[in-house]
């Protein structure tokens, strides 16, 4: 029986990696990966590696790979050596190193340890169905096998030629630090394909070969690839490489229980850095899934998070992201965050998202920022705050607002629009004087501010959100806000 290394290796210096598909963008169960394996380098003093894996020719998205290294270093996951940054173990991406893969498959070739085949896609599905099942399927080894010769006969017929390992008939167990001793039985193995017939290799055979010639002595990876662990274990013992630790990850989960999709909203690193949340938040919140430092703790820095981490405090049970708790999170951070940190925040957000905010001025972000205290996502600031900056006439009403604001009571919200669009004339336009001639309406009318500053938002705004309604007013200036309230009455006033 064949065996894994059962633990973070102590004699030599602790090498982790992260190895990303670049087909799509950065999803947070791939980001906890490399969260996990940052964190344990750093605690283990050792060295953290990125690896482009992009054999997957088909799906492959050459922009993934410029967005998957900028969400990691947005996320403050920083690579001491890999592709990038450079080392000595390069090239870092697998489409760069395909002749040494090849290398390797002659060897298992000419060792009688891998075989050519030859079947069309359609011959494969005939011999699934004839097996009673895909699930069920295990690839027919030949009697003998395939020559050289045999090979360049089937290319030249037009024949599809891929190399298949020749997997040992013994059982797997894999030491796993999370799990525990895993044992896959031999009865579920089969000859896999390690090379595909357009040259390229497949995802095994250079995952083992790179973390090999990588140094790489310790792999953490999602719980869903520890059954396929056997296949590089057979292939490391084949090529004479030393077999690293293991970590698999317990499962990301929704609330209710299924595995985690766009079905419940945002699952990308770079749809959370564009809906508004902060770094610090969510790699807080990533940790949390499936990782704590005991003691009920749960808000760190990343630095707290390097000094806490171990691969022992990880648990069996499956994550649950908890959406609401995030928010909380980053509610908080928000709340707790310097302006100079707000701030920066802020232009990370506006250069991902078309806002009519001015993203170039600076006095105007920081005012912005004051004026929307409390926000959970820094979304909220063009939410409340973007209609001010779009052309007077643009804008639309919302139904419910005229209807309720302005035209309920017969027009009660029109008439306190009208006598306040008069009394706005001769008021100096700073917050301060704003604020203090709608309070002296409020009394003086006998009015709750709601009645008296809700009609001036909708006139102002088209809806009954926006900042207090004085920063409102001074944000626009008197010509634009008058202007606004002008078009509002226009609208919906009584016709003459």
């Not at 598909?21 to 996990?36: I, Y």
């Not at 344990?40 to 998205?61: P, V």
């Not at 790979?65 to 870092?92: A, C, K, N, S």
């Not at 005012?367 to 705050?385: E, F, N, V």
Request: charged fraction near 25%; hydrophobic fraction near 40%; include cysteine.
């Amino acid at each position: 029986m064949a065996e894994t290394q059962d633990s973070i290796p102590s004699s030599r210096p602790l090498r982790t990696r992260f190895a990303p598909s670049p087909t799509g963008l950065l999803h947070v169960g791939n980001a906890r990966t490399a969260l996990f394996s940052f964190l344990l380098a750093r605690h283990g003093k050792g060295r953290f590696l990125l690896r482009i894996e992009d054999t997957d020719r088909q799906r492959h998205n050459e922009g993934a790979v410029t967005e998957i290294m900028e969400d990691l270093r947005w996320l403050g996951i920083e690579w001491d050596e890999g592709f990038g940054v450079g080392g000595p173990h390069g090239p870092y991406r697998q489409s760069q190193r395909l002749e040494l893969y090849r290398g390797y498959v002659d060897r298992l070739l000419k060792e009688a340890k891998a075989y050519y085949a030859f079947e069309t896609t359609e011959e494969l599905e005939a011999m699934r169905g004839g097996g009673g099942g895909r699930g069920e399927f295990r690839y027919p080894r030949p009697a003998t096998l395939p020559t050289d010769a045999d090979a360049a006969r089937a290319k030249a017929a037009g024949r599809p030629v891929v190399v298949r390992f020749l997997c040992p008939s013994r059982d797997v167990t894999i030491i796993d630090d999370c799990f525990g001793p895993v044992t896959i039985p031999a009865s579920e193995m089969e000859d896999f394909v390690i090379l595909k017939a357009d040259g390229y290799p497949t995802y095994y055979l250079a995952n083992a070969i790179d973390d090999a010639l990588m140094e790489i002595n310790y792999v953490v990876r999602g719980q869903e690839f520890l059954g396929q662990t056997w296949r590089q274990v057979f292939l490391r013992e084949a090529m004479g490489f030393p077999q690293p630790g293991h970590a698999h990850l317990p499962l990301i989960l929704d609330m209710q229980g299924r595995k985690l999709s766009k079905r419940d909203g945002d699952v990308e690193v770079r749809a959370f850095r564009a809906a508004g949340y902060l770094p610090e938040v969510l790699v807080n919140f990533i940790a949390l899934l499936g990782w704590g430092p005991g003691k009920d703790r749960e808000k760190m820095t990343l630095a707290e998070m390097i000094e806490l981490f171990s691969v022992d405090r990880i648990g069996k049970t499956n994550a649950k992201f908890d959406r609401d708790k995030l928010m909380a999170f980053n509610t908080d951070a928000l709340a707790a965050a310097s302006q100079e940190r707000l701030l920066a925040a802020l232009k990370d957000y506006l250069s991902l998202n078309a806002t009519p905010i001015p993203a170039g001025d600076e006095n105007l972000l920081r005012h912005l920022l004051r004026i929307t205290a409390g926000i959970r996502t820094l979304a909220d600031i063009p939410a409340k705050c973007g209609v001010l900056f779009i052309p007077d006439d643009s804008y639309p009403y919302e139904d419910d607002a005229v209807s309720k604001v302005l035209l309920k009571n017969g027009n009660e919200g029109l008439s306190v629009l009208a006598e306040l669009r008069k009394a706005l004339d001769g008021c100096p336009w700073t917050e301060s004087d704003l604020e203090g001639l709608i309070k002296g309406f409020c009394e003086s009318h006998g009015l709750g501010m709601g009645k008296v500053a809700q009609p001036l938002r909708v006139a102002v705004t088209g809806r009954t959100i926006s900042p207090a309604i004085h920063d409102t007013l001074a944000i626009l200036g008197r010509e634009r806000a008058t202007r606004r309230i002008d078009r509002c009455l226009a609208l919906f006033g009584p016709r003459q």
